[in-house]
Structures are given as C-alpha cells and as structure tokens.
C-alpha cells in the first residue's frame, strides 16, 4: 500500500533500460520498495545502491553482506564484464536483487530520474499517511466500535486485519477481499506469533502485531497480515489500535464478544454487511452457520439489555448470535441440526426468556443458507412489532399467527390501505363521533351479534340500536350486510394499526 517505487520500476526508467539492466540474483525481490538511492558505499535500510565496478571493493561478497545487515534493498552496478562470482554468489545466498547494466550510462543521470521517482512517491505517502490519521481521528470522533474500526483498517491496508483478545480469540476479522482460511486454527497460530514492543513484525507468519493496551491494562493485539510490511501498515495498525482502546475504555463494562454479536446482527439486518462477510465475520467470532437450519428470533421487552445481559444463561446449544438492536428489541439467530425439532427448541428458548422477562418472542421461518438469514431477521422483527400491542397464549409468535391485525400492522404504512381507512371510517374519524369507533368495532368483532356487542360496550339494546343506525347513516353503508362488516373489520383493523406506536 506505499507509494514509494519498486526496484522494477526504477528499472523500467528509460535510463536504466539503456543500461541493458541483467539481474543476476534476487529476481524475486524486485517488487522492494525503494526510500532513497545512492552512489556512495554506505546507504541504509530501504534504500538502493548504484555502484561502477571499478568502485567496488576487493572482498565484495562480505562488503555485500555488510550491506544487507544494513537493510539495503538492492545493488545495482554498472560494468561491462561480468561480475565479481564472491558478488553474485553472496547477493544469490541473500537473495538480494543484484543488477548488472552492461552499457554505459551516466550514473548521475540514472541517480536523478531515480530519485525524482522516488521523491514523487514520498509526497504521495505523506500524504495517504495524512489520510489515514484523519481518517482514524473521524472514526475516534465518531465514537465507532471495533468491528467498525476492523473494517476501516483492513481497507486501508488492503490487507487482513484480525482482532483479538488476550485468551487468542478472535474478536473481529476484516478480510479485504482475503478468504476467512486465514482464520483456521487461529488460536494455534497467534500463539506462535510472539513479538516484543508495542508493534512489530513476525517474519514467519508474515503478520504485522500491535498491542492494544499496556501492562495489567492489556486487552488484545490487532493484527495485519503483510508480507512486507510499510510505514503505512504500520500507522494502520498503532492508529487503529488507538480507536479500538478508546471504544474498549467506553464499553468496558461490557463483554467484547457480545458487542460484536450485537453488531453484527444489526450491521446485516441494516444492509452494511452482505451475506459473505457477514459469514466470515461470525466464523472468526467462532460461531459456525454450516448447520442446515437457522432461525431468527427476536424478542421484545422493555428491558431488552436486562436480556441481553442474562443471555449466557440461556440453552447454549441454540444461541448462536445474540444482542439488542435497540431499545425495545433482542435478537437472536438460532443454529441448529438438520433433525432438530424447531418448534421444541423455540419453545425451550421461548420459556427461558420468559423466566428472565415477560416478552413477545417473535420467530422467522427456519432458512437453510447465510443468504437468507437477512429475510429471515427482517421478518422476525416485523412479526415481533405486530405482536407486541397483542396478548398471545403460545409460547411465541410467528407471520402465520398474527392474523388481520398483525397483516395490518406491517402493512399500515402503505398509501392504499391508509386510503381504504378514510374511505371506510372517514365519518367517524371526526371528533365530534369518534366514540361510535369502539361501539362499531363491539359490533363487527360479535360478527354481527348485537346482544353480544351490546354487552361488550355494556349499552342497552335499544341504544346499541340507535347507535348502530346513526352510524350506518354516516357511513352510509348496511351494517348487516356481512361483506359491508369484513371490510369494516378490515378497515378498524388498519385504524388500529396506524395509531400504534
């Protein structure tokens, strides 16, 4: 991710083609990023040497090895005869690029076009380093949380970033484009993965470490992979860190793992997540959804995070994800067997909150594929909505039991059935006769029984009668007519509906 050049590139100079540039060692290290270029005898690390034959010294292979414990990147040397075999031989041991331009040029000439390469790439570093702290200062502003800052990191990076805690389990996984593999036997790995100071880079593993935390404060490390790591991983990493220790000292009083349960849940039912990163995510929390049958659940309560709180007490076999999407509401995503029996599980699940909270537990129809576990959250949210103003004697509720009011509750924002309200009730809607609702709605929930609405709105028969004349006068409509009271029953469903909150 530098802007810097490589060896190829300044290779490709069309001054450095003239010289018939041969690479004699360390082909596949011409992808080196180059920080600087010189002609004198001692560079330092991450810069590329030119150098004339008859300027080299006699003992060239352990003046090469000096140069490498120095960090040089390549040697580049100018010499129409073949080179010293103690040179290509030590530059072939330490695979360090070695390049032979057997026509003469001017070395000056070739220095200067390198370093004009080299000058324009340190400007546009400088200034993705500037983009990156400012982007990782807005995050910390935002007050964001690790997951997120996971996933700012891994695409600045363009690489793998993974978060974990201090027992090597992982917290947050940002792929950038990687397949979740990485993850497999993380535990193992991480611990092999020993590296001193606040940052550092494990040459073994290939990954970049950062310390999030010091001390007895320590809470994790955040990890990049990179096979050659730059400043701008480095910044990446320590800045990104920062956020994350800055979210934990908000939160910390809450179980992390939880926290990215929670959201990952809401992040896919929103749309910020797809299916697929939504399954490597919760891979690399641990959690396998390569069981055959999902459910979502969502349960409604005012004290959702009391809930939430107490979730570890629920049946652990069926919790996989779990955490409250907001005020009013929990969800869960059950994962289970293929033979599972769904409904005793629900049922199991259903009564342990209900033992905690009383609550509407709210279930999707089971879904067999990651892609559908979006639809299945949405539907289980609705259906817990509809449910909430209603009293169920199941243990939970599901779209098949909601019935009229529940179809209109999910429907009450659509154009067409607030219409068919005016136009059935528009009358009755004015103040002046908006008590003849409750004596209508008596009347068609009696199917049409008016000794039993009359006692439902505890009203004489013969001032039900008066009532319910005065009421067919305004609406003008038939009220015996049973077609006249299912669209009424229809319509004070959906005025039911709309003034819920």
């Given at each position: 991710?530098?802007?810097l050049?490589?060896i190829?590139?300044?290779?490709?100079?069309?001054?450095?083609r003239?010289?018939?540039?041969?690479?004699?060692?360390?082909?596949?290290?011409?992808?080196?990023t180059?920080?600087?270029v010189?002609?004198a005898?001692?560079?330092?690390?991450?810069?590329?040497l030119?150098?004339a034959?008859?300027?080299?010294?006699?003992d060239?292979?352990?003046?090469?090895?000096?140069?490498?414990?120095?960090?040089?990147?390549?040697?580049?040397v100018q010499?129409?005869g073949?080179?010293p075999?103690?040179?290509?031989?030590?530059a072939?041991?330490?695979r360090?690029?070695?390049?032979q331009?057997?026509?003469?040029?001017r070395?000056?000439?070739?220095?200067e076009?390198?370093?004009?390469l080299?000058?324009?790439?340190?400007?546009?570093?400088?200034?993705?380093?500037?983009?990156?702290?400012?982007r990782?200062?807005?995050l910390?502003?935002?007050?964001?949380?690790?997951?997120?800052?996971v996933?700012?990191?891994?695409?600045?990076?363009?690489c793998?970033?993974?978060?974990?805690?201090?027992?090597?389990q992982?917290i947050?996984?940002g792929?950038?484009?990687?397949?979740?593999d990485?993850?497999d036997?993380?535990e193992?790995?991480?611990?092999q993965?020993?590296?001193?100071?606040?940052?550092?880079?494990h040459?073994?593993?290939?990954w970049?470490?950062t310390?999030?935390?010091?001390?007895?404060?320590?809470?994790?490390?955040?990890?990049?992979?990179?096979?050659?790591?730059?400043?701008?991983?480095?910044i990446?990493?320590?800045?990104?860190?920062?956020?994350?220790?800055?979210?934990l000292?908000?939160h910390?009083?809450?179980?992390?793992?939880?926290?990215?349960?929670?959201?990952?849940?809401?992040?896919?039912?929103?749309g910020?997540?797809?299916?697929a990163?939504?399954a490597?995510r919760?891979r690399?929390?641990?959690?396998p959804?390569?069981?055959?049958?999902?459910?979502?659940?969502?349960?409604?309560?005012?004290?959702p995070?009391?809930v939430?709180d107490?979730?570890?007490?629920?049946?652990?076999?069926?919790t996989g994800?779990?955490g409250?999407?907001?005020?009013d509401?929990?969800?869960i995503?059950l994962?289970l067997?293929?033979d599972d029996d769904?409904?005793g599980?629900l049922v199991?699940?259903?009564?342990?909150?209900?033992?905690?909270?009383?609550?509407v537990v709210?279930a999707?129809e089971p879904?067999?594929?990651v892609s559908e576990v979006?639809?299945?959250?949405v539907?289980?949210r609705?259906v817990?909505?509809?449910?909430?103003?209603?009293s169920?004697?199941a243990?939970?509720?599901?779209?098949?039991?909601?019935?009229?009011?529940?179809?209109?509750?999910?429907?009450?924002?659509d154009p067409?059935?607030?219409a068919h309200?005016?136009?059935e009730?528009g009358?009755?809607?004015d103040?002046?006769?908006?008590?003849?609702?409750?004596t209508?709605?008596?009347?068609?929930?009696?199917?049409?029984?008016?000794?039993d609405?009359?006692?439902?709105?505890?009203?004489?028969?013969q001032?039900l009668?008066?009532?319910l004349?005065?009421?067919?006068?305004?609406?003008?409509a038939d009220?015996?007519?049973?077609?006249v009271?299912a669209?009424?029953?229809?319509?004070?469903?959906?005025?039911?509906?709309?003034?819920r909150?």
């Amino acid at each position: 991710m530098t802007s810097l050049p490589t060896i190829q590139q300044i290779l490709d100079l069309e001054g450095v083609r003239r010289g018939e540039p041969t690479v004699l060692a360390g082909l596949e290290h011409l992808g080196r990023t180059v920080r600087w270029v010189h002609v004198a005898d001692t560079p330092q690390s991450g810069e590329l040497l030119l150098a004339a034959s008859g300027c080299l010294p006699h003992d060239a292979g352990r003046w090469l090895e000096r140069l490498a414990t120095t960090g040089v990147v390549g040697v580049v040397v100018q010499s129409a005869g073949a080179l010293p075999d103690a040179l290509v031989l030590a530059a072939q041991g330490l695979r360090m690029p070695l390049v032979q331009l057997r026509q003469d040029v001017r070395l000056s000439q070739v220095t200067e076009a390198a370093l004009a390469l080299v000058t324009a790439g340190q400007l546009a570093e400088s200034r993705g380093h500037e983009q990156i702290h400012q982007r990782f200062s807005e995050l910390a502003r935002a007050g964001v949380d690790a997951l997120t800052v996971v996933s700012h990191a891994a695409a600045l990076a363009q690489c793998p970033v993974v978060l974990e805690n201090t027992a090597h389990q992982v917290i947050a996984f940002g792929p950038a484009g990687a397949d979740a593999d990485c993850l497999d036997n993380w535990e193992s790995l991480s611990r092999q993965i020993v590296a001193s100071g606040q940052t550092a880079y494990h040459d073994r593993t290939g990954w970049l470490v950062t310390t999030i935390g010091t001390g007895a404060a320590e809470w994790g490390r955040l990890l990049v992979k990179c096979p050659e790591p730059s400043a701008a991983h480095v910044i990446v990493a320590e800045r990104a860190a920062g956020v994350i220790a800055l979210d934990l000292r908000a939160h910390h009083d809450e179980d992390s793992h939880l926290r990215a349960q929670r959201t990952l849940l809401t992040s896919l039912l929103t749309g910020d997540l797809v299916a697929a990163e939504f399954a490597s995510r919760v891979r690399a929390l641990g959690i396998p959804l390569d069981k055959s049958v999902m459910v979502a659940v969502v349960v409604h309560d005012r004290s959702p995070l009391d809930v939430a709180d107490r979730i570890g007490d629920l049946p652990r076999d069926l919790t996989g994800l779990h955490g409250a999407f907001d005020d009013d509401s929990l969800g869960i995503l059950l994962t289970l067997q293929p033979d599972d029996d769904v409904h005793g599980c629900l049922v199991r699940l259903a009564e342990a909150v209900r033992r905690r909270a009383p609550a509407v537990v709210a279930a999707s129809e089971p879904v067999t594929s990651v892609s559908e576990v979006r639809k299945a959250l949405v539907e289980a949210r609705q259906v817990a909505a509809a449910a909430s103003g209603g009293s169920w004697d199941a243990p939970y509720v599901r779209l098949r039991d909601l019935g009229l009011p529940g179809l209109m509750y999910l429907l009450r924002n659509d154009p067409h059935v607030q219409a068919h309200v005016e136009r059935e009730l528009g009358p009755l809607l004015d103040p002046e006769h908006i008590d003849m609702i409750a004596t209508l709605r008596a009347y068609v929930d009696s199917g049409g029984n008016k000794t039993d609405a009359a006692a439902a709105t505890n009203l004489s028969r013969q001032a039900l009668y008066d009532r319910l004349k005065r009421i067919g006068q305004l609406l003008g409509a038939d009220l015996d007519s049973p077609r006249v009271r299912a669209s009424l029953h229809a319509a004070l469903s959906a005025y039911d509906a709309i003034r819920r909150p």
